[in-house]
């Protein structure tokens, strides 16, 4: 389920409420201008929401947004689509720098407005135009609206909290590209006297047997924090996918069979299942970093061995992964950190693999969430939306 579908299923939109606020668009399409009107008078009116807004022009090209957001809420169609467009309008607000509790404050203005509408001024009318039983009409039509308002808040909450995670992966992320520039050179310095080092003990016929494990080790550990920079500065890089048709049955048996002697090794069995179309415009290269990321991450949950369950779904919209393992699982509290560079649970781990698995599915226009119960195993779930 992708997060739209979620959303809706969670404040009970259907498709009565869908078809009911499309019956009640030609009722409050003519009171739009005066929401419009009052919702910008009521920023208007606050120095600091106020001093968001550049000039005129702007006020009047996000009034003619505002006129089509009102449409689109009363007309859908609710689909992906509908979900992608209003976060859109959403990030612009953020974008602009309008405080939160401007824009919550003036949903709620919107709310109420539309309430009064319904219960007091076309009450009669409403009951006239919709095909419900009129003894619950007004409850009814309220309901829908109160939903979809619902829903409409809670992509503007998201639309919030997507910067906020940004800003939040921004700061370690700057901080750990400069600290791997700094200490780029410095290790292919150590690297390169250590080989120099070993090359001299030799020539002066030195037992270099006897130091074998300590260049051995020495070596391993370089060759780690190299890897760790490496993935430092891959992560700082912008994503960059070329789009091909690739079908994600095709792409899973060619990971099955890149790691089947891992899984054998660690008695872990992989089961694949595949429900309609899941053929995809998408990066194969890219992805399949992203999945070998959860099938390590699942088989290192699971020491004792166990089962990875993945169900690929292709629907309308998009083709959904949901990569699931019967590991040890984590406390549901941590899950939203699971994404943070650096973050890990893991005693030898870098917390950088995750974070790039993310960078990955958010440039496919994706997302990429977590389940899991400590004892009780981890789901990871795959949104890939189609490309429009």
């Known amino acids: 389920m992708n997060l739209f579908d979620e959303i809706k299923s969670y404040v009970g939109f259907n498709d009565d409420d869908a078809r009911r606020l499309r019956q009640l668009h030609p009722t409050v399409e003519p009171y739009f201008n005066a929401i419009v009107r009052q919702f910008y008078d009521r920023l208007m009116q606050h120095p600091r929401a106020r001093g968001v807004f550049t000039g005129p022009e702007q006020i009047k090209r996000l009034r003619t947004s505002l006129q089509g957001w009102l449409q689109g809420v009363f007309t859908g169609p609710y689909d992906q689509k509908y979900f992608q467009k209003r976060k859109r309008i959403g990030q612009a607000h953020v974008d602009v720098g309008l405080l939160p509790q401007f824009m919550f404050g003036a949903m709620n203005l919107i709310r109420t407005q539309f309430l009064e509408i319904l219960c007091d001024e076309v009450c009669e009318e409403i009951v006239e135009t919709l095909d419900d039983d009129p003894q619950h009409l007004p409850a009814s039509a309220v309901a829908s609206v109160e939903k979809i308002l619902d829903i409409e808040l809670t992509i503007m909450v998201q639309s919030y909290w997507d910067e906020l995670m940004q800003q939040k992966l921004e700061i370690p992320a700057a901080l750990a590209t400069g600290l791997a520039h700094e200490v780029r050179n410095p290790l292919n310095s150590i690297a390169l006297q250590m080989t120099l080092l070993e090359r001299k003990l030799r020539a002066k016929n030195v037992d270099v047997d006897t130091f074998e494990p300590v260049f051995d080790a020495m070596n391993t550990e370089l060759r780690r924090i190299k890897q760790m920079n490496s993935e430092i500065l891959d992560f700082a890089k912008p994503v960059d996918i070329e789009r091909i048709p690739v079908d994600l049955r095709e792409l899973f048996d060619e990971i099955r069979q890149s790691h089947q002697l891992t899984l054998d090794a660690g008695d872990v069995d992989m089961e694949v299942s595949v429900r309609g179309d899941v053929e995809l415009q998408c990066d194969p290269n890219r992805l399949n970093q992203v999945f ?14 166990g089962t ?9 919209e998009g083709v959904v992964v949901e990569f699931s393992d019967d590991g040890i699982g984590m406390a549901p509290a941590k899950t939203h950190q699971i994404f943070d560079l650096f973050y890990t649970t893991k005693t030898a781990g870098t917390g950088i693999g995750l974070a790039i698995a993310r960078k990955i599915v958010e440039a496919h226009d994706g997302s990429i969430d977590v389940m899991s119960h400590r004892g009780n195993g981890t789901t990871f779930t795959v949104y890939l939306p189609r490309p429009v």
């Open 292 to 305: 070998v990321n959860l099938l390590t991450n699942a088989m290192e949950a699971m020491p004792e061995g």
């Open 308 to 316: 990875i369950g993945v169900e690929i779904e292709g629907k309308d």
